[in-house]
């Protein structure tokens, strides 16, 4: 009996603690302005100590680390890397891509997941990221990723230009 009770228990904490309960919706985004940013990136973790560990990991561009878990990076107001359980996301160390459109109203996820399109480039986020897998797929400067042909000082108009920003 007792081994029956425990077969049924052991799956249901098998299951429970395996699951991925990072739940991200269209209200995990907004206001890029609000967030802090390390050179052009805007950093999000909604325990202060894990944002602490995210913004120390980007700002000293350190290898063979990992984003703890709930880190959302932005660099634009329509893209964003979200780092789940690794089990969630295995292709991609646990980040998931979005892609995300922004209105005055808020934001609606266009698509999500780890095979996601940049829709202007039109090229797979991975394409460009996957090099920077020493660096937990951070591109960033001189993490070996194709760059894009935006400038600093236009990624900085584009955050400032967020929709979602009060006036
Ligand atoms: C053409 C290559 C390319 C494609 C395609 C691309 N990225 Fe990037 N991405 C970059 C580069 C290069 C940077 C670093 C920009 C900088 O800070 O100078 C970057 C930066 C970022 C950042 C800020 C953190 C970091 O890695 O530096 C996020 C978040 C991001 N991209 C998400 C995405 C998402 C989501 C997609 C797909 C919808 C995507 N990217 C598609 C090249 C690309």
Redesign the pocket.
């Known amino acids: 009996m007792r081994y029956i009770a425990c077969l049924f228990l052991c799956f249901y904490l098998a299951v429970t603690l395996s699951a991925d309960d990072l739940v991200i919706t269209e209200k995990s985004f907004s206001c890029l302005l609000d967030l802090p940013k390390v ?4 950093i999000q973790n909604p325990d202060p100590e894990k944002l602490k560990e995210a913004i120390r990991i ?1 700002t000293d561009s350190l290898p063979d680390k990992e984003y703890p878990k709930g880190t ?5 107001p ?4 979200v780092k789940h359980d690794r089990a969630a996301f295995p292709n991609t160390n646990g980040w998931e ?3 995300l459109k922004v209105t005055p109203v808020g934001t609606t996820i266009m ?1 999500r997941g780890d095979k ?4 202007s ?9 996957s090099p ?1 897998v020493k ?1 937990d ?5 001189g ?1 070996g ?6 400038t ?1 000082e236009q ?1 900085a108009a584009i955050q400032a230009a967020d929709p979602r920003c009060k006036k």
């Open positions: 050179r052009n990136t805007r980007f959302v990076l932005q660099l634009v329509t893209e964003a890397m891509l979005f892609a698509d996601v399109l940049n829709t480039l039109k090229k797979p986020c991975l394409d460009c990221h920077a660096f797929y951070v591109c960033e400067k993490h990723c194709a760059p894009i042909p935006v600093d990624i």
